[in-house]
Each structure stands twice: as C-alpha cells, then as structure tokens.
T-cell receptor, first 112, second 114 residues
C-alpha cells in the first residue's frame, strides 16, 4: 500500500537559515506528490505539488523535486522567515483511490 | 470562490450530547473528505464521498459516527453520543474526482467534549 515517511520534528531554525524537510514514499504506480502547510489555527493549504518524475514544484520560495529513483520529495527553502513557522505535511495520491496519503507532519519554528 | 466552508468553527458540548458538523465543498468538486486531527493520532481520514456516495468509511471510528451527503453542496458529520475522546479538530476537504488531485481544506471545526 501507499505510505509517506517524513522527517520527525520539531525543527527549530533561525531566520534566514536553510531548510530541508525530508519526505520519502512508497506507492504503486506513478503517484502525484504534495506538500501542504498548516498555520496555527487553520486548515491545510497546498504549498506545492509535482505530478511526474523530475518535476519540481515551487511556491513562496519553497521547492521540492520528485525523485523517482530515490522515492523522495524533500522540501527546501534557501532562507526561512518567521512567518514560515507552521506544520508541513508531505502527501501522495496514487492508484484508484481518491484519498491522499499524508505523512505525520513536521513542526517548523523559525526564530527571529 | 469562497473555498470550503465549515460550521461551526468551535463547538463545546457535554458528554452524551449529539454533535453535528457541517461542510459546504467548493462548487463543482465531486469528491468530499472528512478528516480528524489530534496531537496523538495526527491527521486521520474518516470517510470520503464521490458524487455524494460514500466510497470508503473504514476510518470512521465506531457506530457513534455517521456522515451524510444529501447533495453536491452539503455534507454533515454527526457524533451521537459524543465522548471526551472525540475532542479534536475536524476538517472537511473537497477535490475534483481524479486520482492524485489536489484537496482543498476548510478551516476546521474545533470540538471539545467535556
């Protein structure tokens, strides 16, 4: 079956530091991959997505590349801001099911 | 578009009471999902509908939980009777009916059962 494993948190960084949150997956076929972000007190929002191997999703300075050979979709940002403090979820959609499979989430705190 | 709308945003009730959560999906979306989020268990899929028909309810914790989707623009999740362990944030999400499609989440209902 499908599964997503993401880097356990919490992650605490100083402003302007480089961010990497690791995500690896197991899936049948060719999944679509997502990163969602959840700000305090809010629902999940799509941050970026990639639908095929070697695609790079990007948004708000965040990037992730769909690596089929390593079954990974790591999230990166070159310079984080305090406003990036949130919980980040890696997810995949694959097979005949319409539901997404989510990772456990990684709490990021950025200190000024 | 207004996005996915959920009501109420907050609910405080006493053990044994009936709780009804409501969701209006994005217009045109034909898949709808109910999730529960807690610190201990993270984000759990409870049930999802496709074209108003329940497809997979394997995540519904027990018979006290029920969900309906009487039409394409409205769904309810009901807990009867409620228990303190049902305290959580409940999210509704909707999407187009395609594999790997983006899901759009509502703001959630924060439920506290005393």
């Amino acid at each position: 079956g499908n599964s997503v494993t993401q880097m356990e948190g919490p992650v605490t960084l100083s402003e302007e530091a480089f961010l990497t949150i690791n995500c690896t997956y197991t899936a049948t076929g060719y999944p679509s991959l997502f990163w969602y972000v959840q700000y305090p007190g809010e629902g999940l929002q799509l941050l970026l997505k990639a639908t095929k191997a070697d695609d790079k999703g990007s948004n708000k300075g965040f990037e992730a590349t769909y690596r089929k050979e390593t079954t990974s979709f790591h999230l990166e940002k070159g310079s984080v801001q305090v406003s990036d403090s949130a919980v980040y979820f890696c997810a995949l959609g694959s097979g005949s099911a319409r539901q997404l499979t989510f990772g456990s989430g990684t709490q990021l705190t950025v200190l000024p | 578009d207004a996005g996915v709308i959920q009501s109420p945003r907050h609910e405080v009730t006493e053990m044994g009471q009936e709780v009804t959560l409501r969701c209006k999906p994005i217009s045109g979306h034909n898949s709808l999902f109910w999730y529960r989020q807690t610190m201990m268990r993270g984000l759990e899929l409870l049930i999802y509908f496709n074209n108003n028909v329940p497809i997979d309810d394997s995540g519904m914790p027990e018979d006290r939980f029920s969900a309906k989707m009487p039409n394409a623009s409205f769904s309810t999740l009901k807990i009867q009777p409620s228990e303190p362990r049902d305290s959580a944030v409940y999210f509704c999400a909707s999407s187009w009916d395609r594999v790997g499609e983006t899901q759009y989440f509502g703001p959630g209902t924060r439920l506290l059962v005393l």
